[in-house]
């Protein structure tokens, strides 16, 4: 529903608003890794009107957006500096 209302607004608009709302990984801890790449490589082309096939990679880079795995990367650092802060 997000994704049909926004298809036609700019580029900036789009990347703004992957990453507030369907950047949000806080759950997944629930899923299989590769179930929740999968997701979001979808969620991203659907937004984007991006056809299947290609590397995501060079997409995300052009657009200045984290993928999956430095997203997750980053939130295991914080994760990790928070622990370490309490001990």
């Known amino acids: 529903m997000l994704i ?3 298809k036609t607004c700019s580029s900036n608009i789009k990347v703004k608003l992957f990453r507030s709302f369907l950047c949000n990984t806080s759950d997944c801890h629930l899923y299989s890794y590769k179930g929740v790449v999968v997701a979001f ?7 984007f009107g991006i056809v299947m096939g290609g590397g995501m990679s060079a997409i995300y880079v052009n657009n200045n957006i984290d993928s999956f795995g430095t997203l997750v990367r980053q939130k295991v650092h914080s994760f ?8």
């Not at 490589?41 to 937004?47: D, G, I, P, Q, S």
């Not at 990790?80 to 001990?87: M, P, Q």
């Open 41 to 47: 490589n979808k969620r991203y082309r659907k937004l």
């Open 4 to 6: 049909s209302r926004f």
């Open 80 to 87: 990790k500096t928070r622990l370490d802060a309490t001990s």
